[in-house]
């Protein structure tokens, strides 16, 4: 093996690592914001007229994707076709699929405990793998002796 082909082999590995590294970054970025929205609903869950938002996962990906010119391919005509979403307002929108309450208030204080859940566990699972890759990087350098 020659050190050309050495030193090409490093830079791809180095390439991919931080790709993996900037993507899970991104998405502990978007559960921190959408922790933010779900904690602003519970807050306001007596506010009369106020209108419970939401970050969508669709609109988030979306954003993501058109900054990679990422093109689908489809292999069968019974996959799903990718048509992107434009946000309204960037990636927190208002959530359409609130029930109304007679204050005009659209909080269920279920619906965002469930959500809260549900995105903590996405943010643990997501920390978690960029502890990995990390320890992973660490290991490697130390040539295997921790």
Same mark, same amino acid.
């Given at each position: 093996? /020659?050190?050309r082909?050495f %030193? ?7 390439d991919?690592?931080?790709? /993996?590294?900037?993507s899970l970054? %991104? ?12 904690a602003?609903n519970?807050?306001?869950i007596d ?5 419970a ?10 954003? =993501?994707?058109?900054? %990679? /010119?990422?093109q ?10 990718? =048509?992107?979403v ?17 204050? =005009?208030?659209?909080?269920d204080l =279920? ?9 903590t ?5 997501? /920390? ?9 990087l660490?290991l ?7």
């Open positions: 093996m /020659s050190v082909s %030193r090409g082999d490093v830079i791809a590995l180095t991919k690592f931080m790709q /993996s590294v900037t970054e %991104r998405g502990l970025a978007t559960a921190a914001l959408r922790n933010q929205v779900i602003h519970i807050a306001n506010t009369p007229g106020y209108q938002q939401e970050v969508p996962f669709e609109q988030v990906l979306d954003a =993501e994707v058109s900054k %990679r /010119s990422f689908p391919h489809r292999t069968d005509p019974r996959h799903y076709t990718w =048509e992107p434009t946000p309204q307002s960037g990636p927190v929108v208002r959530n359409a699929n609130g029930v109304m309450r007679m204050d =005009e208030n659209t909080v =279920e619906h965002e405990m469930n959500e809260l859940a549900k995105n566990l996405y943010y643990n699972a997501l /920390s978690t793998k960029i502890t990995k890759q990390f320890s992973r660490r490697a350098i130390s040539g295997g002796n921790s």
